[in-house]
């Protein structure tokens, strides 16, 4: 049977790729108890994962150093002596750091990013979206001898973030209850027009929430252009919070609303009540793979044969933006409010 004492979980991408491997490496530790177990994150993204039990250190890259940076820390990945890497973020410089590093069982997806460079390649269909993310990364694991079927979610808890949250609350939307709306996307073929929006906003008057909007600094633009066109007043917060910081919104809202994209699956794992409007249904990109988890989430799809659809090099082929009506989002809100 293998084993294993020091094991290098690598997810050095997006906030919501992040949130998804959760399970694996949760199953990683509960397989491999006595091991230590480190996980190469982004900094953007170890708010996310800092203080959870099963996870011992994170690591990240000081990328604002460049290429003295990351031989530096392939320096560091050497002197902590893993003796295995799992590797869920398959790029180039990924691979070939835990090669340099001389980790010795080198897990991961065989593919054109170095994956030569894996002692324990597995297949990767991913890009058939025949599974969600959270069961392609436990499937991974199959390729040290772990199975898991546990696809709960969870998050890192910070208590000056939830204080902070809950002040945030109290003064600036007087204790009542609110909805957060996330509008952004990293990727333009997954925006749901700001009109859109604004007419699902107007349609709430009346229920007794405060509209919260919230996003990165890009976001910032299509937040302006949603206040512009509301009748019902909305809060933007828009890049005024930390990413702790909006885990813990997300924690006290009624209800998100997000296009597809990290947000949704951080605000399912934060226990949030979770609407997401897929535009998108291609495999690979498509809801099977990329829906939030969890027991009061929903996802709105376009009708059948508008779908936006794009190339591989995602530019839009065919399909209408505003396919989805606010009615359709509205209807999927209120199941989780019921």
């Keep these: 049977m293998l084993t294993f004492r020091n094991i290098l979980v690598v997810r050095a991408d997006r906030m919501g790729d992040v949130v998804l491997t959760v399970p694996a490496i949760r199953a990683l530790k509960k397989a491999f108890p006595a091991a230590r177990v480190s996980v190469w994150l982004d900094a953007s993204t170890r708010p996310l994962l800092q203080g959870l039990p099963f996870i011992d250190e994170i690591l990240c890259e000081d990328k604002t150093r460049g290429w003295p940076g990351y031989f530096s820390f392939i320096q560091t990945l050497r002197r902590k002596q893993f003796d295995l890497a799992v590797v869920f973020h398959t790029k180039r410089h990924t691979n070939a750091a835990c090669a340099l590093a001389g980790i010795p069982q080198r897990l991961g997806y065989r593919n054109n990013k170095n994956g030569w460079l894996l002692t324990r390649p597995v297949e990767d269909r991913r890009h058939f979206g025949e599974k969600h993310e959270v069961e392609y990364c436990l499937d991974l694991l199959q390729g040290v001898g772990v199975r898991a079927n546990d696809l709960s979610l969870e998050l890192a808890r910070d208590p000056a973030a939830d204080a902070w949250a809950r002040d945030f609350v109290a003064k600036e939307l007087a204790g009542e209850p609110f909805l957060a ?151 999927a809100l209120n199941e989780i409010l019921a």
């Design 181 to 331: 709306i996330h509008a952004d996307a990293s990727c333009d073929t997954r925006l749901w027009p700001a009109s859109s929006y604004a007419r699902l906003i107007d349609s709430l008057k009346g229920r007794g929430l405060k509209i919260v909007l919230v996003g990165r600094r890009e976001a910032g633009d299509c937040a302006r252009d949603i206040c512009r066109q509301v009748a019902y007043p909305v809060v933007d917060m828009t890049a005024k919070t930390s990413l702790g910081q909006l885990v813990s919104l997300f924690r006290l809202a009624r209800a998100v609303i997000s296009n597809d994209s990290g947000p949704v699956h951080v605000a399912a794992a934060a226990g949030a009540p979770t609407v997401s409007i897929f535009l998108r249904r291609q495999p690979g990109i498509n809801p099977e793979r990329w829906r939030p988890l969890g027991p009061n989430t929903r996802i709105v799809l376009p009708p059948s044969g508008q779908e936006v659809r794009v190339d591989r090099h995602s530019r839009v082929i065919s399909g209408a933006f505003d396919a989805i009506t606010p009615e359709k989002v509205l209807a």
